[in-house]
């Protein structure tokens, strides 16, 4: 399988926005359905860390272009393909057949969160208020390395689902939000992988 670089649904977002623009429509909604990172029932990376920060991403790109942008699927329950023979098979679903939350799910809870007024946003960050509560989501996006983009075999498999797979790299995000005198609590919620790379001694 071959994979597309990081601004392929955003430049397809675009192309279907320019024409809805130019057609005798202009003004009719745009509803982007079954969409997900790869069309694969058995691509590995459904199961990974990975579809967190894409998803987030992509969303939040799409927001002023799409009014809907459908993921495929709710779960690996998938009527096309015959059921998977392990847990985690690369199917398309945010949770997998034993109910068991996959990073794509989290993606939409933590979206879910912002509510409000968008008040800051930037490259791997979002911060929303409602007035009564201030939610910032920060994410680290790593995309596929060269050798998962040229469709190489052997980069992923069952065993190894990420050295090799994306272009690990460590971010520091530093955000400032005025905030009138009061007490205040907070409540942090973090989901974190950290690869290290194993001896061959």
Known sequence: MIYSDRDRSFRDILYAEDC?????????????????????????????AFMAPFIIENNLRAMSHADTLGFWTFTDVF?????????FHG??????YQGIKKPSYHAYAFLHRLKGDIIAQGEGYIAADDGRT?????WNYCHYTQEMQSGKDGVISHYNRYNGVFEEKSVSRELKIELPRGIYKITRLRSSLSLKKKSSG
Request: proline share 6%.
């Open 91 to 96: 199917g398309f679903g945010l949770m997998n």
């Open 20 to 48: 809805v623009k130019e057609s005798k429509y202009p003004n009719a909604e745009i509803h982007l359905t079954e969409w997900n990172s790869s069309p694969s029932p058995r691509d590995l990376v459904h199961d990974t």
């Open 134 to 138: 201030l939610r910032a989501l920060l």
């Open 79 to 87: 009527e096309e393909n015959a059921a998977g023979l392990s847990v």
